[in-house]
């Protein structure tokens, strides 16, 4: 069994699975590698996501502990009852009546489309994905009219860093990703990335949200100390400092 599974059910099994009320403790899936909004940092989780979460959570009288996961097993683990949330989901046509939604997303980004810089490309949306070669990253959503093509030929990666190297490889033809993310990543890896890549269009402007459970118990209930939690960060400024200091 692999070290993190082993670490993830000590974590789970240490703390009492109650609902999340003031004086209270949660444990939260946090993706670990969409930083800067939430990755896996010197072994903790740390981006924007665990900042507004954390603050709201805070807000409310709960303290919350991350369990940094990728995100396509941290989603399965709430979609099955076995996390009471995870972070972060874009809220699209297929999983709308998977999850437990809070009031308002956590914030916004641009599911862009990449491709090399010799590209002749521009101003593309999902349509113009028909039949194409894409790599994506595992369980990622990218809109509801690029997810529910079934014509785009997908080429499923676990990181994103590894899809824009089968873009420079000529292995594919485009590449989705996060606009920051996209960003950081070429930025750290300048010797391998500068100049080899462009944007060429936009597939999705997405909210992202931290989603709750529908089958963990007391998830409706952390749902509800993080919409009252959120709603006093926006009021005090917190939320806004957040935002600014991950600009």
Same mark, same amino acid.
């Given at each position: 069994?692999?070290?993190?599974?082993?670490?993830?059910?000590?974590?789970?099994?240490?703390?009492?699975?109650?609902?999340?009320?003031?004086?209270?403790?949660?444990?939260?899936?946090?993706?670990?590698?969409?930083?800067?909004?939430?990755?896996?940092?010197?072994?903790?989780? %740390?981006?924007?996501?665990?900042?507004?979460?954390?603050? =709201?959570?805070?807000?409310?009288?709960?303290?919350?502990? @991350?369990?940094?996961? $990728?995100?396509?097993?941290?989603?399965?683990?709430?979609?099955?009852?076995?996390? =009471?949330?995870? @972070?972060?989901?874009?809220?699209?046509?297929?999983?709308?009546?998977?999850?437990?939604?809070?009031? %308002?997303?956590?914030?916004?980004?641009?599911?862009?489309?990449?491709?090399?810089?010799?590209?002749?490309? %521009?101003?593309?949306? $999902?349509?113009?994905?028909?039949?194409?070669?894409?790599?994506?990253?595992?369980?990622?959503?990218?809109?509801?009219?690029?997810?529910?093509?079934?014509?785009?030929?997908?080429?499923?990666?676990?990181?994103?860093?590894?899809?824009?190297?089968?873009?420079?490889?000529?292995?594919?033809?485009y590449v989705l990703a996060f606009e920051k993310v996209a960003n950081y990543l070429i930025n750290a890896n300048q010797r391998e990335f500068e100049g080899k890549f462009k944007v060429v269009g936009l597939s999705a402007q997405n909210d992202l949200y931290?989603?709750?459970?529908?089958?963990?118990?007391?998830?409706?209930?952390?749902?509800?100390?993080?919409?009252?939690?959120?709603?006093?960060?926006? =009021?005090?400024?917190?939320?806004?400092?957040?935002?600014?200091?991950?600009?």
């Open positions: 069994m692999p070290a993190w599974v082993l670490s993830l059910l000590a974590l789970l099994s240490s703390l009492c699975m109650v609902p999340a009320r003031a004086g209270q403790s949660i444990v939260v899936g946090a993706e670990d590698d969409w930083y800067p909004y939430s990755g896996k940092v010197n072994g903790d989780a %740390h981006g924007m996501a665990e900042d507004i979460v954390r603050a =709201a959570f805070a807000a409310a009288g709960v303290e919350v502990r @991350f369990v940094s996961l $990728p995100y396509a097993r941290c989603i399965h683990m709430v979609r099955t009852g076995e996390l =009471a949330a995870c @972070f972060d989901t874009s809220r699209t046509r297929e999983n709308e009546q998977d999850f437990l939604w809070p009031t %308002h997303p956590m914030f916004s980004s641009k599911a862009l489309i990449y491709a090399r810089a010799d590209s002749v490309d %521009h101003n593309l949306g $999902p349509a113009a994905l028909h039949g194409k070669r894409v790599a994506v990253t595992n369980g990622y959503e990218y809109g509801s009219d690029f997810d529910d093509d079934g014509t785009i030929i997908r080429e499923v990666t676990n990181q994103t860093i590894y899809s824009f190297r089968m873009l420079e490889l000529g292995r594919v033809q931290c989603v709750f459970s529908r089958k963990f118990q007391g998830a409706a209930a952390a749902l509800e100390s993080f919409n009252r939690g959120f709603e006093t960060i926006q =009021a005090d400024g917190t939320y806004r400092t957040i935002l600014t200091t991950w600009r």
